[in-house]
């Protein structure tokens, strides 16, 4: 519990190389996560070399720990080694559609958080990068991932050289509902938000990007729109040419 409870996202890391005695514990938890009809339809490409981490770093908008990072570890969705070993058991495989796709991402994360909770387990840091489906295409030619593979999530993975504070999370009110789903109303939407609008750290974001509050710094700085958009419809292309949206 502590473990999970202190999770930190690390940006800054040591060049300490990672055991190898120690990797394999930290992926093995991450082969024990939870996967759907024990397919484990996932897989988890291990980026360790100087040279292919640099390339990597620019594929994830330069994030600079990408190369300080000893280890980088990609998961993909992954049905192509099933649908494979399907087809020599002549057993007919049905998993070009999106529901398939969606089961494969669901594994591939949970076996990613399994991986970053034994991580930091062993006084490892880790950090997550959303832009692993940003640049799925890009990031499937470098791998030379085959047609049914499509990366979801990336970490990184270090002896952290920094040690920043918990970050806010919303209340307990804000995120469980008994029963059944509870709308919120103007004033519950205000008490759950308060305490993080009124951090420091959101007075200074405030005033650095010169807008009123910090709904505005998400939809007009940090999640447009206009990106959403271009980037859904690079998403959804990808899954056309990875084979996971057929309809028949």
């Known amino acids: 519990m502590d473990t999970i409870l202190t999770h930190r996202s690390i940006r800054k890391y040591k060049s300490t190389p990672i055991e190898d005695a120690i990797m394999k514990q930290i992926l093995d938890a991450g082969f024990r996560a939870s996967t759907t009809g024990n397919m484990q339809v996932y897989s988890i490409i291990v980026t360790k070399e100087e040279d ?39 057993a007919e495989p049905g998993y070009d559609n999106f529901l398939s796709f969606m089961t494969a991402a669901i594994d591939a994360l949970l076996a990613a958080q399994n991986v970053a909770i034994a991580a930091e387990s062993f006084g490892l840091g880790v950090c997550y990068l959303g832009t692993t489906t940003y640049m799925a ?3 499937i030619k470098f791998f030379n991932c085959p047609k049914g593979v499509i990366p979801i999530t990336t970490l990184v993975i270090g002896y ?12 307990y009110e804000g995120i469980v509902h008994e029963e059944y789903y509870k709308d919120y109303t103007e004033k519950e939407i205000d008490d759950i938000y308060k305490e993080k609008e009124s951090l420091e750290l959101t007075k200074q974001l405030l005033l650095e990007n010169d807008l009123p509050n910090l709904a505005q710094i998400f939809t007009k ?20 040419e990875s084979g996971f949206m057929n309809n028949d």
Not at 54 to 70: T, W
Request: aromatic share 10%.
């Open 137 to 139: 295409e890009p990031i």
């Open 160 to 171: 952290p050289d920094e040690s920043p504070e918990l970050v806010d999370r919303l209340p």
């Open 221 to 240: 700085k940090r999640y447009t729109k206009k990106d959403n958009v271009q980037f859904s419809k690079n998403l959804l292309n990808t899954l056309i």
């Open 52 to 90: 292919r981490k640099k390339e990597l770093c620019k594929l994830h908008f330069g994030q600079k720990m990408v190369e300080q990072a000893p280890v980088t570890l990609t998961f993909l969705a992954d049905f192509n080694r099933f649908n494979k070993w399907c087809n020599q058991r002549d």
